[in-house]
Each structure stands twice: as structure tokens, then as C-alpha cells.
């Protein structure tokens, strides 16, 4: 089965680099920061677009100008790189040697994805990635899509995995069946809307979950 996962709050603890970053990146441009839920509440989106949802007031220049500021503050901040969450290098090593195709699907850009993947023992597991300035936002379901046609594969035959409702909108706008991460971004309350196959408290926890949905498919 294709497995896609997002990165930022799925796969690695980032939110708080990220929170801080923009806040200290608004300064930088000399504009208000915006509190941290407002800024936890636009995390997966694509960066530009996502600058735009909590300033609405700039304009299309400004924005990119705010962008800049806010990669220069997430570069310097990552020389100190992010945790991956508890259990997500066991058992990705355990999913792939399961024979499960492992992607990413990501609001992180090229660049950033990559720079990341090399700092980290875990890039050889994901045999592919769409980042978010290679194709459309989420919840545009456009970049799974991609990663499902390359396979050859339908969307019903893959899973996304995500902690916020962008990830599972883009899902479900698709048919693709989806799983939530209880302790990213978003709230339970908020992932459930997508009716996803289950919420997990633990990274751990997909492999029953992943094994209990593909049983019946198994026994047919």
C-alpha cells in the first residue's frame, strides 16, 4: 500500500520553531506578530498562502517579502534541527519493511524538504515527495494525485496520513483514505470532520491501524 505522510507535525516536531519564527519574522518586516494559535492554525499550508491568511492586509509584494524574512529566521533557527516525534523512525523502518510504499506530501518547499531529508537517516525510506512550490496547496488534492499517478495506483488504494484538516480535506476530496495524528496542529475535534479511518495518539500506533484496513482486502 502507498502510505503519503505529511512532514511538519506528523512526522517532525516543528511547530514551535515554526510559531517562533514567523512571529520573530513579522518583527523583522516590522508588522504585528500574530499569537501562536493563529500561526499554528496556517501550518501546512503553502508558505506564501499561508502569510496571507494571517496578514489578509499585504499585498502580493508585501507577502513575499514576509516570506523572506520568515526563511531567513526558519534557516538560522534550524542549524538546530527538529525531533522526529516518538516512534516514527521504528516504524516507518517497520511499514517499509512490511512492503509499503512511503511518500511525502508536504507545505514545506522544495528546498526546504530536501535540506531537511539530508540532515536526517530516514530520506531513504520515502521513495517519493511532492512539496508545495512544485504543485498546488493543500487542501488541493493535486499533489497526491501526482504521487498516485507516477504509481500507477487509484487514490482508494493509498493513505494519507496527517495532523491537520488540510491534510485529510485533500484526502477526501479525492476518496483516499485518511488517518489523523492526534498531537500535531489541529484538534481531534477538527480532524474527525473528515471522517477519517482513526486519530492516533502515537506514531506507533498506524501499524495495526494500516494492518486492520488492509485485512479485508487480504482475506477477499
Keep these: 500500500m502507498l502510505v503519503i505522510f505529511d ?3 506528523t512526522i517532525i516536531d516543528s511547530s514551535d520553531k515554526i510559531v517562533t519564527c514567523m512571529q520573530q519574522g513579522a518583527k523583522n518586516f516590522g508588522i504585528e506578530a500574530r499569537d501562536a494559535e493563529e500561526i499554528r492554525n496556517i501550518i501546512g499550508l503553502e508558505l506564501s498562502l499561508a502569510i496571507a491568511h ?3 492586509e499585504l499585498n502580493k509584494l508585501a507577502v513575499e517579502e514576509m516570506r523572506a524574512c520568515y526563511v531567513q529566521c526558519f534557516i538560522e533557527a534550524d542549524r538546530q534541527p527538529c525531533q522526529l516525534f516518538s ?3 521504528a516504524t516507518l ?5 512490511a512492503g509499503h510504499d512511503l511518500c511525502v506530501a508536504t507545505g514545506k518547499s522544495r528546498r526546504g524538504l530536501d535540506r531537511v531529508f539530508a540532515g536526517l537517516g530516514i530520506s531513504a525510506l520515502f521513495s517519493g515527495s511532492r512539496c508545495a512550490d512544485e504543485t498546488a496547496s493543500k487542501p488541493d488534492p493535486l499533489m497526491l494525485q501526482q504521487l498516485c499517478r507516477e504509481r500507477g495506483i487509484n487514490p482508494s488504494d493509498a493513505v494519507m496520513v496527517g495532523d491537520t484538516e488540510y491534510d485529510l480535506e485533500m484526502a477526501s476530496r479525492i476518496a483516499m483514505p485518511c488517518i489523523g495524528v492526534s498531537y500535531g496542529v489541529h ?4 480532524l474527525m470532520r473528515w471522517k477519517p479511518l482513526s486519530v492516533v495518539d502515537e506514531f ?3 501499524l495495526p491501524v494500516l494492518e486492520l484496513h488492509q485485512r479485508p482486502r487480504l482475506d477477499h
Aim: glycine share 10%; no cysteine.
Design 7 to 9: 512532514w511538519d507535525g
Design 54 to 56: 494571517l496578514y489578509p
Design 87 to 89: 516512534g516514527v523512525e
Design 93 to 97: 523502518y517497520a511499514l517499509k519493511s
Design 187 to 190: 484538534s481531534v475535534e477538527r
Design 204 to 206: 506507533s500506533m498506524l
